[in-house]
T-cell receptor
Framework: AQSVTQLGSHVSVSEGALVLLRCNYSSSVPPYLFWYVQYPNQGLQLLLKYTTGATLVKGINGFEAEFKKSETSFHLTKPSAHMSDAAEYFCAVSDRYGGGSNYKLTFGKGTLLTVNP | ETGVTQTPRHLVMGMTNKKSLKCEQH?????MYWYKQSAKKPLELMFVYNFKEQTENNSVPSRFSPECPNSSHLFLHLHTLQPEDSALYLCASSQRQGPTGNTIYFGEGSWLTVV
């Protein structure tokens, strides 16, 4: 089964600074990778996803992530943090199960991003 | 508004009560999910329904009973819960269960407190 490790349960940056949220995965097959964001008192919203093709993926709100197979990483970045980016961010990998064509998302533990004025 | 609506948003129940969580998706999807989100733990997949058929039961205790009458509706029936079951329960849907294009859309969740 695939797994996801998010390094750092809490990241704090200043407004305007670079945001870097780390995600490493383990997978025996080419992975499908996702980043979701959860704002307070809300469900999860898709930021971006990697399936195939270009390894640099652009998402909403100025975020992007780069798939690096050699490093088994899918780190999330944003050049300049905004106060509205404060939220919890989850990395996930699509995981096949049951021997058929069923897939499910396996999530990391999440990283809470705080943005200081 | 994600197209996935959960009710109620907040629920407080005693350990002997029976209650249900409801989820409705307006996206025309064929797969629906229940996830449990507890503090300091990864999201846990509980159940998956694909075209109304349950395809995953992730070793969930029988005090949680899912029901999927059609592709648009999903219920989670709760009975004789324990305080450790207090959590945010997230419903989600996707067009299908394939690995690509499998963007999962989440509802806003139902906060459950068991007293």
């Amino acid at each position: 089964a695939q797994s996801v490790t998010q390094l750092g349960s809490h990241v704090s940056v200043s407004e305007g600074a670079l945001v870097l949220l780390r995600c490493n995965y383990s997978s025996s097959v080419p992975p499908y990778l996702f980043w979701y964001v959860q704002y307070p008192n809300q469900g999860l919203q898709l930021l971006l996803k990697y399936t195939t093709g270009a390894t640099l993926v652009k998402g909403i709100n100025g975020f992007e992530a780069e798939f690096k197979k050699s490093e088994t990483s899918f780190h999330l970045t944003k050049p300049s943090a905004h106060m509205s980016d404060a939220a919890e961010y989850f990395c996930a990998v699509s995981d096949r199960y049951g021997g058929g064509s069923n897939y499910k998302l396996t999530f990391g533990k999440g990283t809470l991003l705080t943005v200081n004025p | 508004e994600t197209g996935v609506t959960q009710t109620p948003r907040h629920l407080v129940m005693g350990m002997t009560n029976k209650k249900s969580l409801k989820c409705e998706q307006h996206l025309g999807h064929n797969a629906m999910y229940w996830y449990k989100q507890s503090a300091k733990k990864p999201l846990e997949l509980m159940f998956v329904y694909n075209f109304k058929e349950q395809t995953e039961n992730n070793s969930v205790p029988s005090r949680f009973s899912p029901e999927c009458p059609n592709s648009s509706h999903l219920f989670l029936h709760l009975h004789t819960l324990q305080p450790e079951d207090s959590a945010l329960y997230l419903c989600a849907s996707s067009q299908r269960q394939g690995p690509t294009g499998n963007t999962i859309y989440f509802g806003e969740g139902s906060w459950l407190t068991v007293v």
